[in-house]
């Protein structure tokens, strides 16, 4: 069974940039699609980004499209996401997921696409 670790949240003012990583453990996750997702309080988990397990395809939310960029690196069996001009609505808890697609190409992004998740990572902006 998979372990995921999150890390490199904190507190940082808007404008500025956070990189989180999720560590795998248990198993590889180079047949595994990787994803992102968020939970600001009161509001349910929401997609975040998303990325193919050959690394090659990735996919994002509107609302953070062109500022966060998702990666991986399989021999270090860990996912990143690299957060730029951070805003106050980015205010959340980061879970990291993994996944099987069935593809090396397809990206997922549906909450029950994932099998496993990490714990969170808190992340918050100030204005």
């Known amino acids: 069974q998979v372990q995921l670790v999150e890390s490199g949240g904190g507190l940082v003012q808007a404008g500025g940039s956070l990189r989180l990583s999720c560590a795998a453990s248990?198993?590889?996750?180079?047949?595994?699609?990787m994803g992102w997702f968020r939970q600001a309080p009161g509001k349910e988990r929401e997609f975040v980004a998303a990325?193919?397990?050959?690394?090659?395809?990735?996919d994002y939310a509107d609302s953070v499209r062109g500022r966060f960029t998702i990666s991986r690196s399989n021999a270090k069996n860990t996912s990143y996401l690299q957060m730029n001009s951070l805003k106050p609505e980015d205010t959340a808890v980061y879970y990291c997921?993994?996944?099987?697609?069935?593809?090396?190409?397809?990206?997922?992004?549906?909450?029950?696409?994932?099998?496993?998740w990490g714990q969170g990572t808190q992340v918050t902006v100030s204005s």
């Open positions: 997921a993994t996944g099987r697609s069935g593809n090396p190409f397809k990206v997922i992004s549906g909450p029950t696409e994932f099998d496993a």
């Open positions: 248990g198993r590889t996750i180079t047949q595994y699609s």
């Open positions: 990325i193919s397990w050959s690394g090659g395809n990735t």
